[in-house]
Each structure stands twice: as C-alpha cells, then as structure tokens.
C-alpha cells in the first residue's frame, strides 16, 4: 500500500546544513509537501513540489525530488535554532480518496 | 494568522464525560480531517469529510464521531472519555483537489483524560 517513509530523528549545528530526506511509493502522485510542526502547534506548510520538476529552491530551502528513485529531500541552509521542529513529508497519491499520506516525521535538533 | 481554529487549546477532563472538540475553518475549504497524533509524532487520520452532510472514517479505528452540517464547522464528539483517548487532535482542511496548497492544519486541541 502507500507509505511515506523519513528518518526520525536529526540532530544538527547552528549554521551547518540540516538534510531530511523521504521516500514515497505512489509513482501517480501529482505534488510533494514538506510541513514544519513546532512544539505546541499545529503543521505548517513549508513548500511543495509538482512532480514534474527536479528542484524547487526557496530561500533558504532547497527541495530536491528524483522521481525515478521516488525519494524526496529538503535541505535547510544555515540552520538556525528556530528551524528546531518536526519536518512531516507528505504525497497526494492517485488514490486514497485523494488524502495526503504523511510520513511519520523527523525530528530536527539544532545545537548552538 | 490561523484561517482554521481549533478549541479549546487545552482539555482536562475525567473519565465518563463527554465533550465536544471544535474546528471552523473561514477560507470556503470543502474538505476536512481530524488528526489524532501519536506523543510519537505519528499521525493518524481518523475522520474526514468531503463537504456538508459527509462524513468519512479515516485509517485508525476511532471512538469518536463527527459532523458536517455547515460547511466551515466539523466538530469531532468523544460521548465517554477515557485516558486511552489522551492524545493531541488538529483539524485540517483543504480544497477538493489536494492541489499546491496541501493542507491547511489549526492549532491542535491537547486532551487529557483522567
């Protein structure tokens, strides 16, 4: 069935490069999200990619999808202490009613 | 600035009560879900809606029921609480196509039995 699965847990220093990374396994899926969930709070919508596009770069955000391996990464420049959260990636499979599937998320600790 | 609220934000309760988790979201969004998330992370899609007078069990078994009767409001009802329904519940909504602009999730509402 539909799965979306993402490393739980990383742990990172101010000012390096954070890397999370994804795998889906519906090929039909037409966008990717990634979202930021902060302590307390709900989920935020952090970008997206249509999936006929490779790369999506925002600010300091760099979305990176290989379709063919059906892996999904977001990368965060200069980490900052505030980017500490809860990444979810999320598919919008062909099926499912057209709900997201969401991964179980990674948990990014960013270390002064 | 939120377009979908969830409250109350917090909720003690004792075990046997029954109580009333609200979600109004104002952007016109014709679908709907609750989430119950894990202390874990996980989510978990317990119920959904695709617009007025539809309402749809999600992947995890729940306790709980919901209603859709206007289309801006989908209040989630648990009848007798119990701690195994302490958990944090958010509300999301969404146009019908899942389109770019994915979900839009409240604040969450933490529960907690005793």
């Known amino acids: 069935g539909e799965d979306v699965e993402q490393s739980l847990f990383l742990s990172v220093r101010e000012g390096d490069s954070s890397v999370i990374n994804c795998t889906y396994t519906?090929?039909?899926?037409?966008?990717l999200y990634w979202y930021k969930q902060e302590p307390g709070a709900g989920l935020q919508l952090l970008t997206y990619?249509?999936?006929?596009?490779d790369m999506k770069q925002d600010q300091r955000l760099t979305v990176l999808l290989n379709k063919k391996d059906k892996h999904l990464s977001l990368r965060i420049a200069d980490t900052q202490t505030g980017d500490s959260a809860i990444y979810f990636c999320?598919?919008?499979?062909?099926?499912?009613?057209?709900?997201?599937?969401f991964g179980k998320g990674t948990k990014l600790s960013v270390k002064p | 600035e939120a377009d979908i609220y969830q409250t109350p934000r917090y909720l003690v309760i004792g075990t046997g009560k029954k109580i009333t988790l609200e979600c109004s979201q104002t952007?016109?969004?014709?679908?709907m879900y609750w989430y119950q998330q894990d202390p874990g992370m996980e989510l978990h899609l317990i119920h959904y809606?695709?617009?007025?007078?539809?309402?749809e069990k999600g992947d995890l078994s729940s306790e709980s029921t919901v209603s859709r009767i206007r289309t801006e409001h989908f209040p989630l009802t648990l009848e007798s609480a119990r701690p195994s329904h302490t958990s944090q519940y958010l509300c999301?909504?969404?146009?019908?196509?899942?389109?770019?602009?994915?979900?839009?999730f409240g604040s969450g509402t933490r529960l907690t039995v005793v």
């Open positions: 999301a909504s969404s146009e019908l196509g899942s389109g770019g602009n994915g979900y839009t």
């Open positions: 519906d090929s039909s899926s037409t966008y």
């Open positions: 990619i249509f999936s006929n596009m």
């Open positions: 999320a598919e919008s499979p062909g099926g499912s009613q057209g709900n997201l599937i």
């Open positions: 952007m016109g969004h014709d679908k």
């Open positions: 809606s695709y617009g007025v007078n539809s309402t």
